[in-house]
């Protein structure tokens, strides 16, 4: 007995120095390894990490993650690779490394096999030309051979723990938003290794994703319990164990995922067998899930789904897509329902070869419920293809809204009424072979009654027949009847009559009349980003035939009444702010729709339109119609700036390639966007234009907007003080670009109020401010402008003359070195009175034709070529007395600033053009000095270049023309 308890006290007492020892260690070790650690640390971020790294602390600790010793980076922040260097791709209360102890104790070498991040938000980001802001890890360069005996820091990860995390990331290329937060994450497994097992357990709180504006998932929980199979030779990814469970929806999935040289091959198949309906609703937007709290779901469901095959974009493959969902003994009721919906059944199945559109099949084999006897509803629907798609459908169905209301316990909407249906329909489907399948059918509503908590009164005594024949399955045996469609809506009653036959040259009556409250309709539906105001008044009747337009016959056309608008307010998908429409009287006659009173407003600028629309009726039948018209148009204000599409306003519902363009370019304006659909004359009278700080008063002159492009024909304005007759076409390319052409004459402008007013001027001719007095200008140009409305000076191409018919030169450089050198001070202030200088255009260069002045008895001539950053290749000719038959060449270089002379020499030195890239808006190269080469090859290149120069200036005639 005294033995044992000798052995006990002795065990005790060296598992006691054990851990004492340990303990010991761990405090000792941090501090004996703390600059080596600390070092190899910095080392090596700077050695693999593009981006900046920026962190407060660094702590060597077995306590925070124990029992692994850790170098702990508290507040990290790394930012993003270019061009996204300003921007946080990664923030983190603590980055942590586990260091291998055995390693460091006997090697010295810091090998990391352990990370841990906690409390990060990583923003992961691409933009629309495809750049990404995390290629920020610098691979090491191979070393042949490999070098065995180097140390410092590697890393060989066995396990990866991520604590409350934000992730968000933003595909603009493809679409995808990802946004997850309270993401929870443990991998592990030999992450060095080539072939290993990851073994992964992820949880998310509140998971968002959005395809396309769609969100296909908000505010969802996700765990996902993973076993993969990684083999990094051959970037293979075997689905061993994967079970993923979405709220409350369980799926399972197997397979495998190769990588491969330009794309990937998959084969994926996933599976939520044996679940209830509710587990399926429970994925569901979250705006549904407090309606299923309080309703009774019962029933059945499964749901499949598999992908498989390559995915290559250069190769221009794609995977195939299969699902299939099934519902059965579906039932559905709340507490208040006189009977509930019951033998819900839903079979649907989804074929997507090549997840191509054209060969997309839905088969809806089964839609079925049943509300009582008397009420059931029976759907079956089949399709195939898209822009030609085989339809086999049939549609029957009794349903009192009321008794549907209530079964499903709907909250935010009251509907009532008698609804009957009963369509059938075969045939093929398209709308450029003007073929539509075989129909018989008709839609029937009594008494129906419309109310959301949204607005206090409901719309009520909705009566609705409609009926569909198509005999022989093309457009022209098609014809859809509307007789009546009625309704009341705050005490104003609207009915619609239509009769439309032969829709391969549509044959339409319809009547309508009424008094509508746009704005509280609006509220009544209460949808989110828009925000419509207003009263619309109709008494309309329209009797035509679509051809009797289009061919001239308006005689046969019957088309009057009247349209009534009142403080309309409404917005465009491209434009920052909403249109105000104080005012709009329309009138019907035949083929025309009369402006009688139109008066709007856009910010600061107004409108006031005065003509008529042509061929309205066509415009809406048609699927890609043209809007024809001819106003005259009168604004006491236009502000150009406010149209230009990345400009702050109330807008919200923005187009998604101005959202994105906006995201990347906060700080753009954009370029103004032009209606593409339409083709309208205007006659323009506005009292004053405003762009970018420029004031243009009295503009008059006829405008039209065509296709995308705006023209400007005979037009006429008054600007610093001269007034100033243009041409011009204007048309956007994208959010952020726009092209142009513009020809103008100017008479009698003062050149110093222009160079201080206009930076077009400074930026283009610069030495105008050593000019002053009065000049007249004959220019034409054409070019592309950037994302915040300034010319691309590179860009620009064309030429004309400019006439100095009273002005006074004094103190520029080349010229007064060449009077400093000649012993002629006349030179600084020479006569230039009533000369013409033609110059031509192209590649940031401006080639200036001879011209000949006088500076006391001397003749001289300039000719030659400068750049628009001041690089100079010109040529004077000294004209000696008498008459200046005699001339001395001086080659001029340098720059405008610090020009350089060479006497008795016609052989400057040229100047290499810039190059513009027109497809993507951008400046490959920018001008620079030449090599020297041989006088005559440099002539040669010079007038090439001239002629070039010359050929754009016709160019820009031909493009404003156009019209």
């Known amino acids: 007995m005294e033995k044992i308890k000798k052995l006990v006290l002795k065990s005790l007492k060296w598992a006691g120095i054990l851990v004492a020892s340990i303990l010991f260690l761990m405090f000792i070790i941090p501090l004996l390894f703390p600059g080596t650690i600390s070092e190899q640390v910095k080392i090596f971020a700077n050695k693999r990490l593009a981006g900046k790294l920026d962190y407060k602390k660094v702590h060597l600790t077995f306590f925070r993650h124990f029992p692994s010793l850790t170098v702990s980076v508290d507040d990290l922040i790394l930012k993003g690779s270019a061009p996204f260097q300003q921007d946080t791709l990664l923030s983190a209360k603590e980055v942590a490394a586990g260091i291998n102890l055995k390693d460091l104790i006997f090697d010295s070498e810091v090998k990391i096999d352990e990370i841990y991040v906690t409390d990060a938000f990583a923003n992961v980001y691409v933009n629309s030309k495809g750049q990404a802001n995390y290629n920020v890890y610098v691979s090491s360069p191979s070393k042949s051979p490999k070098d065995t005996t180097e140390k410092g820091t590697s890393i060989q990860l066995d ?175 709340n507490a208040k329902a ?121 719309i009520q005594h909705i009566n609705l027949t409609a009926n569909i024949k198509n005999t022989d399955g093309t457009f022209s045996s098609l014809g859809v009847n ?55 008044k109709a008494d309309l009747s329209l ?20 349209l009534i608008l009142k403080n309309i307010k409404a917005n465009t998908a491209y434009l920052p702010k909403p249109f105000y429409l104080k005012e709009g009287n329309f009138e019907f006659e035949n083929e025309k729709m009369w402006f009688r009173k139109f008066y709007a407003t856009y910010g600061k600028s107004d409108f006031s339109l005065n003509g008529y629309l042509l061929n309205t009726i ?59 659909n339409l083709d309208v004359s205007l006659e323009v009278n506005a009292k004053r234009v405003g762009f970018k700080g420029l004031d243009i008063n009295q503009l008059q002159g006829m405008a039209a907007v065509k296709s995308g492009q705006i023209y400007l024909k005979n037009t006429s304005f008054d600007i610093i003080g001269s007034r100033m007759n243009i041409d011009a076409r204007y048309q956007d390319e994208s959010p952020l670009t726009a092209n142009f052409d513009v020809a103008f004459k100017v008479k009698d402008f003062n050149v110093q109020r222009a160079y201080k007013e206009i930076d077009m001027v400074r930026e283009m001719a610069t030495s105008a401010k050593n000019v002053s007095g009065i000049v007249s200008l004959d220019y034409k140009l054409k070019g592309d402008f950037d994302q915040n409305m300034n010319p691309i000076y590179p860009s620009l191409e064309g030429g004309g003359v400019v006439n100095l018919r009273d002005v006074a030169v004094k103190n520029l450089k080349m010229l007064s070195v060449i009077g400093d050198n000649v012993g002629a001070d006349a030179f600084n202030n020479p006569d230039m009175k009533g000369v013409n200088i033609e110059t031509h255009i192209k590649n940031n260069l401006i080639h200036i034709n001879e011209f000949k002045f006088k500076v006391s008895v001397l003749r001289p001539s300039i000719s030659g070529t400068t750049s628009f950053n001041g690089l100079l290749d010109i040529l004077v000719k000294v004209g000696l007395p008498p008459a200046g038959w ?34 993507i808006n951008k400046v490959i190269r920018e001008e620079r000095r030449d090599v020297k080469k041989p006088g005559g090859e440099q002539r040669k290149e010079k007038k090439n270049q001239e002629k070039r120069a010359e050929n754009a200036e016709k160019q820009i005639d031909k493009n404003v023309k156009k019209t």
């Open 159 to 333: 396990l990866i723990k991520f604590r409350n995390w934000h992730i968000k990331y933003n595909d603009h290329p493809a679409k995808i938003l990802v946004d997850a937060k309270g993401l929870n994450y443990t991998g592990q497994g030999g992450l060095s290794k080539d072939i290993f097992d990851l073994e992964t357990d992820l949880n998310i709180d509140q998971l968002d994703f959005n395809l396309n504006r769609i969100y296909y998932a908000r505010q969802k929980s996700l765990h996902a319990d993973l076993i993969t199979r990684i083999n990094t030779n051959a970037l293979t990814f075997v689905l061993k164990k994967n079970e993923l469970r979405i709220n409350d929806l369980p799926l399972k999935f197997t397979g495998s995922v190769s990588i491969l040289k330009d794309g990937y091959d998959l084969d994926i198949k996933a599976a939520s067998e044996k679940t209830t309906i509710r587990d399926m609703i429970s994925v569901l937007p979250p705006q549904y899930l407090d309606w299923a709290k309080d309703t009774k779901v019962e029933g059945k469901s499964d749901l499949f789904f598999s992908l498989k095959g390559k995915f290559s974009e250069l190769r221009n493959l794609k995977p195939d897509f299969k699902a299939r969902l099934l519902v059965s003994d579906g039932i559905i009721s």
């Open 338 to 458: 006189p009977v509930p919906m019951n033998n819900l059944n839903v079979n649907l199945n989804i074929d997507f070869p090549s997840l191509d559109t054209e060969k997309l099949g839905l088969d809806l084999k089964t839609l079925s419920f049943d509300l009582g006897q008397k009420n059931n509803f029976r759907a079956v629907v089949k399709t195939r293809g898209l822009s030609e798609m085989n339809v086999s459908a049939s549609i029957k169905g009794a349903v009192n809204l009321q008794t549907l209301d209530e079964a499903l316990g709907l909250k935010d909407l009251e509907i009532r009424g008698l609804m009957n249906a009963d369509v059938k329909s075969n045939g093929i489907f398209s709308m450029d072979k003007k073929l539509f399948p075989k129909t018989n059918g008709y839609i029937n509503l009594k008494d129906g009654w419309l109310k959301t908590t949204a607005y206090p009164n409901p």
């Open 482 to 536: 509307i007789a009546p469609f009625k309704f009341d809506f705050e005490g104003n009653p609207v009915f619609v009559n239509a009769d439309l036959q032969n829709f391969e040259d549509l044959l339409y009556k319809v009547r309508a009349k009424g008094v509508l409250n746009v704005g509280k309709i609006y509220q009544v539906f209460a949808r989110k980003g828009l925000d419509v105001s207003g009263l619309v």
């Open 543 to 562: 009797n035509g035939r679509q051809s009797y337009a289009t061919t001239g016959q308006y005689n046969k056309l019957d088309n009057k009444g009247t």
């Open 618 to 676: 066509n415009y809406f039948i048609e699927r890609k119609g043209t809007l024809h018209g001819n106003f005259a148009l009168h604004s006491n204000y236009i502000l150009v700036d406010e149209f230009m599409a990345l400009k702050s306003g109330e807008n919200e519902d923005k187009s998604l390639a101005i959202e994105y363009a906006k995201a990347e370019n906060p700080k753009s304006s954009g370029v103004v966007i032009v209606p593409k």
């Open 886 to 919: 005699i001339g001395v060449p001086v080659a001029v270089t340098g720059t405008s600033d610090k020009p350089k002379i060479k006497f008795f020499s016609r052989t400057g030195q040229g100047i290499l053009t810039a190059l513009y890239n027109r497809k």
